[in-house]
């Protein structure tokens, strides 16, 4: 018998199958599912696909109180590398049963829009927060679990900066096996972390780096053209340039070769995140990668962690970031 406007409930799947009501809702939860025989949930499954029954999230919401809603802060997707993000944590979520609610922000030191974002997610009641790095916003306030990415600290985190400077030292000793002295260094704040780090690789081996190959606040691809400019002005060229992104190395790369600059003979670069564009363009770019499907995993798996265990110890996952040697260098 249908329920009330000809919905299929989950009484009609129990009387289908012959077992309480309890059991088809410990066998339709993934947390509860192992505790129902095989053959019973696959009864069950069954069941669910032939009759087309569709579970009621307003009402499971209202009775645990969630929204079965998760806010995810980033910046906006015009890059692929958070583009590919966004659907990996998109189909992850859903997978979960839950929905991605997504708000994104063009510069990233605004910091009073992307505070309103966050009031935004947080009046739509949504039962956790994913951010990336986000400095002078203040979560603390939240009142929901919230994991930051690219921002280890005193709180629920997912980076590759544990594993980063032993990825970059390899590629250190391969640039200076071909000969590179002089470095350039393409950064902006969203990625301070890393420059920071590459910076401290370089004072441990000694190597210097010279303030003129040191250009921050690059924040676009028109924005590495300028930089490129610059460093094509100095006089000295620097033999390798390390951009913090793949998209500021492919414009930085172009504009070099613009001006009659051979790559990979008279300079070299190397960028970070491993987008498919740059695998195709020539030369191909030398690059470092995290898989977005990982990434999103080990997000989800904490958030999912903290709303379980509000008061667990705070945990830091992270990922190796794969070197990816290519024609650029």
């Given at each position: 018998m249908r329920g009330q406007q000809g919905r299929i409930t989950i009484i009609d799947i129990a009387e289908e199958c012959g077992c309480s009501k309890t059991t088809v809702a410990c066998a339709m939860d993934e947390r509860t599912a192992h505790k129902v025989a095989q053959k019973t949930r696959e009864k069950i499954y069954e069941a669910v696909r032939r009759l087309g029954y569709l579970p009621n999230r307003s009402a499971k919401a209202l009775r645990l109180r969630r929204t079965y809603t998760i806010g995810v802060m980033l910046p906006e997707p015009a890059n692929s590398f958070y583009g590919n993000i966004v659907l990996s944590l998109q189909r992850q979520l859903a997978r979960h049963g839950y929905t991605a609610l997504f708000a994104f922000w063009e510069t990233y030191d605004d910091v009073e829009t992307i505070q309103r974002a966050l009031d935004m997610l947080l009046s739509r009641g949504v039962d956790g927060i994913i951010t990336g790095q986000l400095s002078g916003v203040h979560f603390e306030k939240c009142g929901v679990p919230v994991i930051r990415w690219q921002e280890p600290g005193d709180y629920d985190s997912f980076s590759s900066f544990p594993h980063m400077e032993n990825a970059y030292?390899?590629?250190?000793?391969?640039?200076?096996?071909?000969?590179?002295?002089?470095?350039?260094?393409?950064?902006?704040?969203?990625?301070?972390?890393?420059?920071?780090?590459?910076?401290?690789?370089?004072?441990?081996?000694?190597?210097?780096?010279?303030?003129?190959?040191?250009?921050?606040?690059?924040?676009?691809?028109?924005?590495?053209?300028?930089?490129?400019?610059?460093?094509?002005?100095?006089?000295?060229?620097?033999?390798?340039?390390?951009?913090?992104?793949?998209?500021?190395?492919?414009a930085a790369m172009a504009e070099a070769m613009k001006n009659g600059i051979r790559i990979p003979e008279q300079?070299?670069?190397?960028?970070?995140?491993?987008?498919?564009?740059?695998?195709?363009?020539?030369?191909?770019?030398?690059?470092?990668?995290?898989?977005?499907?990982?990434?999103?995993?080990?997000?989800?798996?904490l958030l999912f962690r903290r709303m379980e265990n509000p008061d667990a110890a705070f945990m830091s996952l992270s990922l190796m970031p794969e070197l990816i040697i290519r024609d650029s260098i």
């Open positions: 030292e390899r590629l250190l000793e391969i640039l200076q096996s071909k000969g590179c002295r002089n470095y350039a260094l393409i950064t902006n704040a969203l990625d301070a972390g890393r420059a920071a780090i590459i910076r401290k690789l370089f004072r441990r081996k000694r190597i210097p780096l010279r303030d003129e190959f040191l250009i921050d606040g690059v924040t676009s691809p028109h924005k590495a053209c300028e930089a490129m400019q610059l460093l094509l002005r100095g006089g000295t060229l620097p033999d390798a340039v390390l951009a913090n992104n793949d998209y500021i190395a492919l300079m070299k670069f190397v960028g970070f995140d491993g987008i498919p564009e740059s695998e195709y363009l020539h030369p191909s770019l030398t690059t470092f990668f995290v898989p977005p499907d990982q990434i999103a995993e080990k997000l989800i798996s």
